[in-house]
């Protein structure tokens, strides 16, 4: 039992660990030239083409869901004919 105990521990340290073991670039300040210039395009859009695909789907499935549902609400709100 103590022996898990003290190699969880030991994984722990290890996965928790600061120490970077490849430098990345600092891109930061690139992206904040990109999306702080006055271009008139929305922020949302300013990332490039996936995220205008990303907002387009998430409109198109928006008003599908909208006009789904009024359907639904119209479908439920007429009564059944018994014949």
Known sequence: MLRNLLGLRQISQRTISTASRRQVANRVPEKQKLFQEDNGMPVYL????????????????????????????FVAAMPKKVK
């Open 46 to 73: 300013k990332g490039g083409l996936a995220d205008g695909l990303l907002y387009r789907t998430t409109m198109a499935l928006t008003v599908f869901g909208t006009c789904y549902a009024v359907y639904e609400l």
